[in-house]
């Protein structure tokens, strides 16, 4: 098959949906498919900056990357505004001020799909709340190709799905594909038919994640070797949980003095005011913190290195699709914590390969770091669980084949649709 994939961003740009596109399309050329990409030239959706090369090919995907308008102060506020007065009444005349905030806003990307559209036998939309899913579904209609959306959708998140131009390519899609079971009987219970909604899942190319010894991991991060290491690794916006993640943490080395907490990931405006606070409070720069190691965006080979070098991974974030970076933590034998949200709670076992936690719980939080840390033989069973959950459920190989039947059955009912058999 010749397949157009539809992204708002792509490598090196990092994120969950990212990742899942990028395995996907990789998995899919190593299966004889001709597959090209359509995306932003951004690598942070807070400014959609045009800073990436306008077409180069990656692992023989061939990525064509299109200029979108800038996100600046009055893109945010024009967001803010369609937010606040769409949902009293969801009133349309406030979604196109929800489109233009969102953003990537790219006309380059409308016209090179409505040109190019008939080459391809299909065409895969890769989250569905930014700016270019409609762009995208729009110039695909107007060429009748078949349509396949993953939303990626937060089910506690109503902004991620529930506006009404993102319902219409939900609806109008030939095949949505669900990152999980909870994901697709969610869809369901909003009124999609089953025929129509699929649980593709994510999976993880595991030939990215190179056996690494922990105590090398660490010696590369300054770490002790006796230590035990807390990690949060992800984007530090708010709802990931970085807040209640350190004050669990700090209240942890009460009991526990040789704990260390290691936050690696893109910085917000939520985060550097956390850090602020925190040295404000303590009277030290946060890179003189004792036992903390604070990091930005990191390389692959830092972060694999963060993996490899903690005990437990902790993110109890309140807003996720599936939550890829449980499995990478898996792919290193370690236990996680996360949030009891309906994505997360269809991936981790409460019990058996992590646990579930509502970020505001911090004490419940802190008192399973500390069962943790006195029960590593627990921890590491914990974590061997979750890698053989990875190994059965969640490798690229297996998302592959679950998506080219995907693929043949969206086109079906394309075909079916178009051409009704007649009575």
């Not at 994640?209 to 916006?237: C, H, I, N, Y």
């Not at 690696?264 to 550097?272: A, I, Y």
């Not at 913190?289 to 390389?299: E, I, M, T, W």
């Not at 669980?385 to 995907?406: D, F, M, P, S």
Request: proline letters at 6%; hydrophobic letters at 40%; glycine letters at 6%.
């Amino acid at each position: 098959m010749r397949v157009l994939h539809i992204s708002h961003q792509y490598t090196p740009a990092i994120g969950g949906a990212e990742r899942y596109i990028i395995n996907l399309s990789e998995e899919l050329v190593r299966r004889g498919h001709e597959v090209d990409l359509f995306t932003s030239r951004a690598v942070d959706y807070r400014t959609w900056q045009n800073e990436l090369p306008a077409r180069e090919t990656i692992n023989g995907v061939n990525v064509r990357r299109f200029a979108a308008l800038p996100r600046r102060g009055h893109t945010w506020r024009a967001l803010e505004f369609g937010m606040r007065h769409y949902w009293p009444k969801r009133n349309p005349a406030y979604a196109p001020f929800i489109f233009y905030g969102n953003g990537p806003v790219s006309p380059g990307l409308f016209w090179a799909v409505l040109t190019q559209a008939h080459r391809y036998d299909l065409i895969h939309i890769n989250q569905l709340h930014y700016a270019h899913a409609a762009t995208a579904f729009a110039a695909a209609q107007l060429r009748g190709v078949p349509i396949i959306t993953t939303p990626h959708l937060h089910a506690e998140q109503r902004e991620t799905y529930d506006v009404a131009y993102m319902q219409k390519i939900l609806r109008q899609s030939h095949l949505i594909l669900a990152d999980t079971e909870a994901e697709r009987d969610f869809m369901l219970q909003q009124g999609y038919p089953p025929l129509q909604v699929a649980t593709c899942g994510v999976g993880l190319d595991l030939s990215r994640f190179p056996p690494q010894e922990s105590a090398a991991a660490r010696a590369r991060l300054g770490l002790p070797t006796d230590a035990f290491v807390v990690l949060f690794l992800g984007r530090k916006t708010a709802y990931k949980g970085l807040e209640p993640s350190l004050a669990a943490f700090r209240a942890l080395q009460r009991s526990h003095p040789h704990a260390y907490f290691v936050a690696m990931g893109p910085e917000t405006p939520e985060s550097r005011k956390l850090w602020q606070e925190v040295s404000q409070e303590l009277g030290q720069e946060i890179d003189q913190v004792p036992n903390l190691l604070v990091r930005d965006a990191v390389s692959d080979d830092e972060r694999l290195a963060a993996l490899a070098a903690a005990d437990v991974f902790l993110m109890p974030s309140s807003g996720e699709a599936f939550g890829i970076v449980y499995l990478e933590a898996w792919t290193y034998g370690k236990p996680v914590i996360g949030a009891p949200i309906q994505a997360v709670s269809a991936l981790i076992s409460d019990g058996v390969d992590g646990w579930l936690i509502e970020p505001t719980e911090v004490e419940a939080i802190t008192a399973r770091l500390a069962w943790l840390a006195d029960h590593p033989e627990a921890a590491q069973a914990a974590g061997a669980a979750g890698h053989a959950k990875l190994l059965r459920r969640h490798t690229i190989e297996r998302i592959g084949e679950v998506a080219e039947a995907a693929y043949i059955r969206a086109r079906r009912r394309h075909k079916s649709q178009r051409h009704p058999p007649r009575v």
